[in-house]
């Protein structure tokens, strides 16, 4: 076969479940085929991971090292003078700093989910003998979609005709350049996801050339599925960034603290009233 030959594959070579039922992939599913199986396999989407509830996020607020130190500090000054105003304004400023910290953070996530709303994707399928454009989320197992350059795979699938197929898959198997896909190539589980050229996957880039596929797996019955529910599984961990702003608050926070310890031994040697020591190392808490 020379480059640039358009290759097809039989009807036979569709597996059997996901194959149309004219047994015709010139014709492709029915529409009311493919709605009864929208219906039995759901939307053709990846499942979110449930998201953390507001009100924790904003408790979790509470929890750094400073706050909790300045929020000591606020009770202690309190018990020794008994006087509220300074407590009250280091207990707001807290409070002020988690909130709009918060607030931040909600605003950057709904920008976040409004800009993933908008990035609606289209999916050129055929259905009763014609050329459709769907959804990609109403991709269903046994559609035949078309691909071209540009076009982000909707769905996985097997390949049942190309012309100079190529697709990026470095999001699922980490190889930097190009797959080269065609007609006949290995499609088993027991291949490795790299070496299966022919089949596509869901998510994946095609940069070069154009191609038709049987769909066989959509939403999380994908390898883009499979990989978000290992990584929903996998507990969150905090990124380098967060390390480090977390280990800078804990030793702004050791220091203050070796400071004020100093203070309170210096002033208790000095034979200064207990009270006013007390007072003399929160102050000095909060200002650092």
Known sequence: MTEGTLVSTAASNIPA??????????????????????????????????????????????????????????????????????????LTVVVLNVVIGFMQEQRAEKSVDALRNSMTSRARVRRDGSLLYVESREVVPGDIVLLEAGDRVPADGRLISTANLEAAESALTGESTPVVKAVGGPTDESVPLGDRSGMVFMNSAITRGRGEFVATGTGMETQIGRLATLLRETEPGDTPLQKQLHGLANSVAKLAMGIVAVVFIIGLIRGEPLSKVILTSVALAVAA
């Open 17 to 90: 479940e996901t194959a149309p039922n004219s047994g015709d992939a010139s014709l492709g599913l029915s529409t009311q085929e493919a709605a009864l199986r929208l219906d039995s396999h759901g939307p053709n989407e990846l499942v979110a991971a449930a998201g953390v509830p507001a009100w924790r996020r904003l408790l979790a607020g509470f929890t750094d090292r400073l706050i909790l130190l300045l929020i000591t500090a606020a009770v202690v000054a309190w018990l020794v003078s008994g006087e509220l105003k300074t407590p009250a304004i280091v």
